[in-house]
């Protein structure tokens, strides 16, 4: 469960990027934030990934508060995360397969067990072929399940996604889409943020935080379609 209390980001040169923010987010759902440019979406992915921590009000993940978690602690509740970023964050001279591996060896999981993990995750993505393929060779789409496959071979609770399908066009976007929705099916929570849901999947159920300027000014559940 991920739960904002009265949650305010601010940074120096920028003023308060979120201010007052709350919503519960409960294990299993999925959810899309919402809003323009520049209202918060990012800032708001970063603090429930722990990236970042509020500077008022409370962050709970498991009933952990972010903000008292001690520096040594941190890496084992990122754990919990699946991070998809828009720009991919590819390792460009390493091979699909090792660019998936490479959230495994930080966790020291090597050999066999990294291999099936790795190869489950390309097949999940419809990769499983290029594996020995560079990320330059891959199509846009492609790369973006690229780094869904790295997000999701550590099999994490939560996924987030910024901006997942902003730079694709309908198909792929649409392709991308039913990937994350069957990872909610499984029981993964997922977290998108994206300026409209206007290309969900209308037989999804989920959640819509609407971020205008800082401020969370809708937050909507929508049922499943029948």
């Known amino acids: 469960m991920i739960v904002f209390d009265q949650v305010t980001k601010r940074y120096p040169s920028s003023g308060d990027i979120l201010q007052q923010v709350s919503f519960t987010i409960n294990e299993g759902d999925m959810v899309f934030v919402t809003g323009h440019s520049g209202a918060g979406k990012s800032t708001l992915l970063k603090l429930i990934a722990a990236i970042e921590r509020p500077t008022q009000g409370t962050v709970l993940i498991n009933n952990q508060n972010v903000s008292k978690i001690n520096n040594a602690a941190l890496p084992y509740l990122r754990r919990k995360f699946g991070l998809i970023f828009q720009d991919h964050k590819l390792l460009y001279d390493r091979n699909c397969f090792h660019n998936v591996a490479l959230p495994l060896s930080i966790n020291g999981i090597t050999g066999d067990e990294a291999s099936k993990r790795i190869r489950a995750a390309l097949d999940k993505v419809g990769l499983l072929h290029k594996e020995r393929a560079m990320p330059i060779t891959l199509s846009g789409g492609e790369q973006q399940r690229l780094a869904i496959a790295r997000a999701v071979v550590s099999r994490p609770a939560i996924l987030i996604a910024d901006e997942p399908t902003g730079n694709l066009d309908t198909t792929y976007a649409a392709d991308i889409m039913?990937?994350?929705?069957?990872?909610?099916?499984?029981?993964?929570?997922?977290?998108?943020?994206?300026?409209?849901?206007?290309?969900?999947?209308?037989?999804?159920?989920?959640?819509?935080?609407?971020?205008?300027?800082?401020?969370?000014?809708?937050h909507m559940h929508h049922a499943q379609m029948a």
């Open 178 to 218: 039913q990937l994350f929705q069957a990872f909610n099916q499984v029981g993964v929570t997922v977290i998108i943020a994206m300026h409209d849901t206007a290309n969900v999947l209308q037989e999804t159920s989920y959640q819509t935080l609407h971020l205008d300027k800082g401020r969370l000014s809708a």
